[in-house]
Structures are given as structure tokens and as C-alpha cells.
């Protein structure tokens, strides 16, 4: 298999698994009364295990907790490698936002034009 794609689909897979264990505990932290977590919790479930039966089969080890545990490191490194790109984004728009001119007040002026009370 080509070296590329089998980093693009573990990159994948491993970003997948890492959401989907979020979602669980997002899920688990929000339990109320009214709340029906049973679901959504096993969508995420599956998603693990299928981005961990990937994982594996591309990298071509069992898929065990050890396949787990590569898959989730591989998910958190997938995303540090993306984090320059959401930085440079984020002050970019930041920039934008601080450097952009504000729009006349039609009220702001109707308030300044109006005597005080005396």
C-alpha cells in the first residue's frame, strides 16, 4: 500500500476514534433524567471499533487494546499536525476583526445630540 494513503487513512481513523471518544464523554458528563444517551453512545462506540479494525488491518497488527491505543495517539497527532493551520486562521480573523472600522450609530449620534437633563 502506498505510504501516503496509509497515513491519510490512519490519520483519519485515528482522528474518527478520538472524536467518537468525546462524544462519549460529552454524552456521559450531560446525563440527566430526560437525556437518552443510549444511541448516540452506540454510534460512537461502533465508530471506535471500526476506526480501530481500519487502523489495524492497515498497519497490519492485531486489532487488540493496543491497536486502540496506537489508533486514539494517532488521532491526537493527526490533529497537532493541523494545529499550525488553526492558528495562523484564528489570527488572521482576529486581525480582520480588530482592524475593520466600525459602522456610524445612527442611535450613538441621536444620543450625543440631545441636551442632558437639567
Do not use: Q
Not at 444517551?37 to 460512537?44: Q, R, S, V, W
Amino acid at each position: 500500500m502506498n505510504p501516503n494513503l496509509e497515513s491519510v487513512i490512519s490519520a483519519f481513523a485515528g482522528s474518527a476514534a478520538l472524536t467518537s471518544l468525546f462524544i462519549i464523554l460529552a454524552l456521559i458528563g450531560t446525563l440527566n433524567p430526560y437525556h437518552r444517551p443510549a444511541i448516540p453512545m452506540l454510534g460512537a462506540s461502533t465508530i471506535i471499533l471500526a476506526s480501530t479494525y481500519l487502523f489495524a488491518k492497515t498497519v497490519g497488527i492485531p486489532a487488540d487494546s493496543v491497536a486502540l491505543r496506537m489508533t486514539m495517539s494517532e488521532g491526537v497527532l493527526a490533529l497537532l499536525d493541523i494545529l499550525p493551520i488553526v492558528f495562523l486562521m484564528s489570527t488572521f480573523m482576529f486581525l480582520k476583526a480588530s482592524l475593520r472600522k466600525r459602522p456610524e450609530d445612527p442611535l450613538l449620534a441621536l444620543l450625543e445630540s440631545e441636551p442632558g437633563p437639567k
